[in-house]
């Protein structure tokens, strides 16, 4: 059995995808959903799933080993970052090496960076008036969007659209390409 361990900043969407995705699996788990908001939807969804959740704080996250300790006792084997905003801290990393993925609503290493999440990056998109965007699958390293990506997926970007209908394409994809990823990469397929 393959574990794996989400972490969400909102919503939650995508982990809710992936949670359904994985739900009947014999081989793949989703045994524990990690927030830094404790307001975060995504942890209804990890409750209406019946999966452990843990919210942590910046000195928690950046300056003690609990959620190092807590992803060991769960014997996680992936961490999905699914709208996750803040920077994965290198001894996390370090501990994790190529076992951290992230997604991105955008085509990288374009529309990548610091600050670049969520509505700003479809904003940009838009304001350099590209003709395609779409989304990004990659490892994580110590720099924001940075690491080797795995997959990307492209859309349609029309003159008509505004960051909230450039969103929802974009969600569309995220939701169709993300657990089927997740399940080539822990199955050795990618
Ligand atoms: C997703 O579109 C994801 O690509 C993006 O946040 C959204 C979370 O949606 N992540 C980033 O922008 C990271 N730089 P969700 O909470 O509905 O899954």
Redesign the pocket.
């Known amino acids: 059995m393959k574990i794996i361990a989400i972490f969400?900043s909102?919503?939650?969407?995508?982990?809710q995808r992936i949670m359904e995705y994985f739900s009947g699996s014999s081989q793949i788990k989703i045994s524990l959903i990690l927030s830094n908001k404790n307001d975060a939807y995504?942890l209804e969804r990890a409750k209406n799933f019946k999966i452990e959740s843990c919210v942590f704080d910046k000195s928690a996250f950046y300056e003690s080993n609990k959620i190092i300790d807590i992803l060991s006792d769960h014997n996680i084997d992936l961490i999905v970052l699914?709208?996750f905003?803040w920077l994965i801290p290198i001894s996390l990393i370090n501990k994790y090496k190529d076992k951290i993925i992230?997604?991105?609503?955008a085509l990288l290493p374009k529309y990548?960076g610091k600050g670049?999440?969520?509505m700003r990056?479809h904003q940009a998109v838009l304001e350099a008036k590209e003709k395609e965007s779409g989304?990004s699958i990659h490892y994580v390293n110590e720099f924001?969007?940075d690491g080797k990506i795995v997959f990307q997926s492209k859309c349609k970007v029309y003159p008509s659209d505004s960051p909230e209908t450039l969103?929802e394409r974009?969600?569309k994809l995220?939701h169709k390409h993300f657990a089927p990823v997740i399940e080539k990469l822990l199955m050795g397929k990618l």
Not at 102 to 105: A, E, L, T, Y
């Open positions: 969400a909102g919503n939650g969407t995508n982990a995504v699914a709208g905003l992230n997604i991105h609503p990548g670049m999440y969520g990056v989304i924001y969007d969103a974009i969600h995220e």
